[in-house]
């Protein structure tokens, strides 16, 4: 630490390293604050026109607040033509839903291949990941037709959009990768020996040591189902029970002739705040994660 500080004492050579040194500092906090704000700014830009009128949007750009927060607000709750609120309590449903069955599913099948030793082990984890490189477009119209032919489409549209999230193969390779750097088989060895059955192990034993990764691949998953909007247009539409939020948002440009921009960034606001919140809730585990690896390492 002296010899960093006290620069007098150096020679030319190091003085020189040490002023590069500086110089590659700055410029990767440049760089970093840069990207920070690109990042940030469509964020921003949204949260702030929630406030502005239509002709302000269209008129004039700002970062400023405006007055119309409460007009915005009340233009998307009173309009009964699109039902926001039941939108937004679908796609919760939805998300949350899919969010919580696809990672316990996939940490569950993972810590299958993982802690088990069986004739077709190898085979099953090559057919996970044939899967995981086929598109979701190629066996959407099978699934389609199949929840058709269920009765799940529509205004009961809400059990197949959850269902499909099962089986989430790029999950599966996350929480087996994970398991292989952070996973002992001698834990689960020990569960076994005090008597533990197997759910028992991976329900209090296993779980908790993936938290981190659970964290991560439980923003993914929310965020995806949250936004998507492939499925569930092939599956209901907008104007059904079950619609959620991306299809309305869609819907709202295509039925008004004059479009309010208030109220669809208002609407893009509200539909921003439950992934923050969901972030929020989980980015503390993501962190305790990487700071307990270099502590490991």
């Known amino acids: 630490m002296s010899s960093i500080s006290n620069t007098g004492n150096l020679t030319a050579v190091e003085k020189r390293g040490h002023t590069l040194l500086i ?31 239509s002709a302000q949007i269209m008129t004039e750009f700002s970062l400023l607040p405006g007055a119309s927060f409460i007009t915005n607000l009340k233009n998307v709750i009173g309009d009964s033509t699109l039902p926001i609120i039941t939108g937004m309590l679908n796609s919760l ?3 949350a839903c899919s969010c919580v069955l696809s990672v316990y599913v996939s940490a569950l099948t993972a810590y299958g291949i993982y802690a088990y030793d069986f004739k077709l082990k190898k085979v099953a984890n090559t057919f996970i990941m044939v899967i995981l490189m086929v598109p979701l477009q190629v066996s959407a119209l099978g699934y389609v037709d199949l929840m058709s032919n269920w009765g799940f489409t529509n205004n009961n549209a809400l059990p197949a959009l959850i269902f499909q999230s099962i089986a989430a193969p790029g999950v599966f390779f996350f929480m087996r990768q994970y398991m292989e750097s952070a996973l002992p088989l001698e834990i689960v060895e020990a569960g ?4 533990g059955h197997e759910f028992f192990i991976f329900n209090r034993v296993v779980l908790p040591i993936l938290k981190p990764a659970i ?19 092939l599956l209901t539409n907008a104007n059904a ?22 109220k669809i960034y208002m609407v893009l606001g509200m539909a921003i705040i439950p992934l923050i919140v969901v972030y929020l809730c989980l980015s503390k585990y993501i962190i305790r994660g990487i700071a307990l690896g270099s502590v490991k390492g």
């Open 93 to 95: 449903i939805v998300a």
């Open 192 to 195: 076994r020996i005090d008597g």
């Open 23 to 53: 110089f590659r500092r700055i410029l990767a906090y440049i760089v970093l604050i840069f990207v920070c704000i690109m990042a940030l700014f469509p964020f921003v830009v949204a949260i702030v026109n929630t406030s502005r009128s």
């Open 241 to 262: 029970k079950t619609a959620t939020l991306p299809l309305i948002v869609a819907a709202m440009q295509k039925m008004d002739r004059l479009i309010d921009y208030g």
């Open 215 to 233: 964290a991560v691949q439980a923003i993914f998953s929310f965020v995806a189902s949250w936004n998507n909007y492939f499925l569930p247009n």
